[in-house]
């Protein structure tokens, strides 16, 4: 609203510049939510908030953001090549949370990246859910919590199957 098609292609150049744009802000954004979150002495409850206190709230007050950053449906790959430098930047503040994880002996033998990649893909749908309206606003942060502490718990009780094939995989 208040802009012109014009004007956002005189400042930007393209629709791919916009919505390349969008996407860059959506991470810088969701990055910095989970990097100014305090550090909890238990790491696993750390990580959990990174979830329902960072990525829930991103989400659910910018749905337009997270659909062109996060989940980038529809996007031409020039939209999402230039969307992943600002990715990259935002994963060190979930990468801290998930070392700290690791550090107290709680990953199984999973890798950082390969938890990062597990604990996004459950907030990405939780998200995608709740903007959905597929439950309740009011079951929502019930849902994330026990959903992701249900997750961060698993993970020192198993071992992925890719490491139950290769034991001498390193992590």
Known sequence: PGTTTRAVYTSLGSKQALLAGLGVR?????????EQLPSAGDPAAGLVAAGTLGFRPFALAHPALFRIGIQQASMPAPVIQAIVP??????????????????????????????????????????ALELRCA?????????????????????????????????????
């Open 135 to 171: 439950f309740s606003a009011e079951d929502g942060q019930r849902l994330w919590e026990d959903t992701l502490t249900s997750l961060v718990t698993g993970w020192q009780h198993t071992t992925p199957a890719h490491r139950q094939d290769n034991p001498a995989a390193k992590p």
């Open 26 to 34: 959506a991470f810088d954004m969701l990055g910095a939510a989970v």
């Open 86 to 127: 600002a990715a990259e930047r935002a994963l060190p503040a979930l990468h801290r949370r998930i070392a700290a994880l690791r550090d107290a002996g709680r990953l199984g033998a999973r890798t950082v990246a390969d938890t990062a990649w597990e604990f996004h893909a459950a907030c990405e749908g939780l998200a």
